[in-house]
């Protein structure tokens, strides 16, 4: 009997470099969703890690280059002990973490969360992991979800 997993590499990576621009975001979803089929993400979870990176996409492109300009690199990482994908939005725009924004940390009532925070919370509860880092001149924004 054939094993259904063999074809699977145990880690691969996958990178798309694109305008920052929210008219992409389509694409980025294309992207992301093209690379967890082959690994036989289950539907749930491709939904909860559509909040994370629209919410987060959508913040690049709104925020990092005040001048309109410039490009963001998504990058997935996928692993199969256990089964998950780490997807990491790069950009070169202005410093930005969006954990340390008001509203970010996680909140026990909706209420409690100012205005702007929501989207943050939001990507944070559908995803297990997020983490910022800047690195030479880059924004690095981490999210992993695993399955």
Known sequence: MLNP???????????????????????????????????????????????AIEELFVNVCSYAYPDGTGTLTVRCTYTTDPASVAVELIDTGIPFDPLTRPGAAVSADIADVPIGGL????????????????????????????W
């Not at 997993?5 to 880690?11: E, G, L, N, T």
């Not at 694109?18 to 993400?41: K, Q, S, Y």
């Not at 943050?120 to 910022?132: H, N, P, T």
């Open 5 to 51: 997993d063999a074809d699977i590499p145990s880690v691969s990576v996958a990178t798309l470099v694109l305008p920052a621009e929210i008219e992409e975001l389509d694409r980025v979803n294309e992207f992301i969703h093209a690379e967890l089929n082959r690994r036989r993400c289950p539907m749930r979870a491709q939904y909860q890690l559509d909040i």
């Open 119 to 146: 989207g943050i919370l939001m990507a944070r509860k559908s995803v297990d992991e997020m983490r910022y880092e800047r690195v030479d001149g880059s924004n690095i924004v981490t999210i992993v979800k695993r």
